[in-house]
């Protein structure tokens, strides 16, 4: 990317910010799943910021959007839990993530909270057969930064 064009994703990040509270990123992988984070969840409602590993762009930001539009108002997400509710295509558990393991893909909160703190959750869900990672028979490519024990 040129300097100008970092430059104007920048800005759509911060537009997208002031406008509905949060701007998704999604990043195609080449030799590594392809991924999808939030930036702006944290401050503006006060719940971790989330980042899914693996998932079609549209159903990523489906998913981040119904995550701000379930616990937004609650001010807490709960953890390490079988969720039935953020879609109604498969369960799913949110996990904490720790920053350390996520400072190679979250690059616009990492710029968006500078010295400020923020908090990264995971979503987790089932492969095609609805198994869950740590369950036999489990094949799916997504990765997992935090401790999942379903």
């Given amino acids: 990317m040129t300097d100008q064009q970092i430059k104007e994703y920048h800005e759509k990040v911060e537009a997208a910010i002031e406008q509905y509270g949060y701007h998704s990123t999604f990043v195609f992988g080449d030799t590594t799943p392809s991924f999808c984070y939030s930036t702006g969840i944290y401050k503006n409602f006060g719940i971790p910021e989330i980042f899914i590993s693996a998932l079609p762009q549209n159903l990523s930001h489906e ?3 119904n995550y701000v539009n379930e616990f937004k108002d609650v001010g807490s997400v709960p953890l390490d839990k079988r969720i039935n509710s953020l879609t109604d295509r ?8 720790p ?3 996520l400072k190679e893909y979250v690059l616009s909160s990492i710029r968006f909270y500078g010295d400020e703190d923020f908090r990264y959750v995971q979503l987790i869900y089932p492969d095609t057969k609805g198994c869950f ?3 036999a028979g489990y094949n799916y490519d997504q990765e997992i930064v935090g ?4």
């Fill in 63 to 65: 998913l981040i959007q």
């Fill in 90 to 97: 498969f369960p799913i558990y949110l996990i904490e993530a």
């Fill in 99 to 101: 920053k350390d393991r």
């Fill in 133 to 135: 990672p740590n369950d």
């Fill in 147 to 150: 401790n999942f024990k379903n």
